[in-house]
């Protein structure tokens, strides 16, 4: 007898931790700013890294990306692809991209996602006016990506905005060292 309630105060306590899980999402989603014309529907958090909260958007909710409607306006980075050079294991590397809002509408990113948690972006969330030019701030940590003699590392950050194509690309890359022992 014993037994059996120990099993089932087990499966009470994973059927609830299950759906406190499904509740806080439900309540990630509702809180989640929403751009004029679109619907948020990706869970976010807010992780605090160097001292200002970045929020990184939920993995497993990356195909339900809010797709920008409206009037298609085009965006020029000044760089796409940024080198970093050599940095050791554990360094971190940040990097601002600047762009400018070549087209006629208002640019609207509606998300910027790195291609692992190790890279996370910041973009502005206010309307870029056209022919005026922003930053995305992007922070790549390096922990536990480096071998000895040097290994070459490039990661992609993808920008979802009211452009045609909607996704743009930015890359950052360079050489991840580590010491010996």
Known sequence: MKKFNLLAI???A?????????QEAATDTANAPTTPG???????????????PTVVTDPAAAATTPVPTGPATT???EQDTYDWG??????????TFKFTNTGNE???ISNAKGSCGCTVPEWPKDAIAPGKSGEIKVVFNSQGKGAVGGKEDSKRVT???NTDPVDSYLTIKGKIDKKEG
């Open 159 to 161: 920008i979802t905005a």
């Open 86 to 95: 050599k940095i050791m294991d554990g360094d971190k590397v940040t990097h």
């Open 38 to 52: 679109t619907e948020a529907t990706t869970p976010s958090a807010t992780v605090q890294g160097a001292g200002n």
């Open 14 to 22: 994973i059927v609830m931790s299950i759906t406190s899980c499904k």
């Open 106 to 108: 208002p640019l609207v």
């Open 10 to 12: 087990l499966a009470f």
């Open 75 to 77: 965006i020029k980075f």
